[in-house]
């Protein structure tokens, strides 16, 4: 049976905005300040030299101002430390190093890495995305980190494998691992294929400093062309697999949110229209694109799979 219960990523738009402005000029300030803190706590310059030294991938243009980071800091969905969008203040106390990082399933090379050892043998580099969530805000952030697909040349998935399953970290700091409802650890996947893609994007910074912890550090993945409840924060483990693994979201309510959660502004959910979407920081309103406006880049993988709910 469906327990409908309403999680603060379902409110509708006219609910989340005003919470948004609730956040006054003074608290955002206060909150920028403990960040830059907790940013020096975890600095390391393999996670700032990328943006530096080469700047973001031309590859990828976001064709909108970035979100300025005293936004995309403080409002958040982590459900782990708790359902509020100021959950930022909670998360300060989670430690980002050290940082192990499980690699098991089907795979030629079963292995834990110190997350520091693996940043060591990628390419690090920065690369501007646009973030949907499903709830309809919208955000532009200058990640930096490496591509997945280096990450599957180091372990080797076995050609059996045709899914990857992301498992992120349950630690007492989070006090949201107490509620019930939720069936933890938060649990993502992409099909093989998915992960292969180029714009699925490990990430180790944000703006040029370590990913604070509200937003999913030491380790998350973006995957902007997938609502963001496909973006798993604060990645434990990854497992191959042949068996398409039931995601979070969509083992609370498959009716709702489903394995492959593609952009799409012409298929609203189930209780709202995905047409257009809320800008962080300045609430303005714009339309939707279709995978979130990257279809170049991936919808070649879906030709072959449409008779799948590609897009909720
Ligand atoms: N990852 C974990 N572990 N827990 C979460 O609650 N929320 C998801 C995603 N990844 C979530 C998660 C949702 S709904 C969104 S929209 C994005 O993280 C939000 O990322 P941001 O807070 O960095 O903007």
């Not at 997350?115 to 390419?123: A, E, P, R, S, Y």
């Not at 400093?209 to 997938?226: E, M």
């Not at 952009?263 to 609203?268: A, I, L, M």
């Amino acid at each position: 049976m469906l327990i409908v219960r309403r999680r603060g990523w379902e409110i509708p738009e006219s609910r989340v905005t005003p919470e948004a402005l609730m956040l006054n000029r003074r608290a955002l300030l206060a909150g920028a300040g403990a960040l830059s803190i907790g940013g020096a706590v975890t600095a390391r310059a393999e996670d700032l030299a990328p943006a530096k030294a080469t700047g973001p991938n031309p590859k990828y243009t976001a064709g909108r101002e970035l979100t300025d980071e005293k936004f995309s800091t403080t409002y958040n969905n982590f459900y782990e430390f708790n359902d509020s969008k100021n959950m930022w203040k909670e998360a300060q106390a989670f430690k980002q190093r050290p940082w192990a990082l499980k690699i098991d399933g089907m795979v030629k090379q079963p292995r834990t890495y110190d997350l520091d050892d693996l940043l060591k043998q990628v390419q690090l580099e920065e690369r501007i995305y646009r973030h949907r969530c499903v709830e309809t805000w919208a955000m532009t952030v200058p990640w930096s980190g490496f591509a997945l697909s280096q990450l599957l040349a180091l372990v080797e998935p076995l050609a059996s494998a045709k899914y990857v399953m992301f498992e992120t970290a349950q630690d007492k700091t989070m006090r949201g691992l107490n509620a019930p409802f939720y069936p933890w650890p938060y649990t993502e996947g992409l099909a093989m294929d998915e992960a292969a893609n180029d714009m699925a994007f490990m990430v180790t910074g944000m703006y040029g400093k370590p990913v604070p912890p509200q937003n999913g550090g030491p380790l998350r993945i973006a995957l902007p062309w997938k609502y963001g409840f496909k973006s798993a924060k604060s990645i434990v483990k990854i497992t191959f697999t042949d068996k398409k693994p039931t995601t979070f979201w969509e083992g609370i309510g498959p009716g709702e949110y489903g394995f492959w959660a593609n952009v799409n502004p012409t298929v609203p959910h189930p209780r709202w229209s995905q047409a257009r979407e809320r800008l962080l920081g300045s609430n303005e309103m714009v339309p939707t694109q279709i995978y979130n406006g990257y279809g170049d880049f991936v919808a070649g993988l879906y030709s072959d799979r449409k008779s799948e709910k590609l897009f909720m």
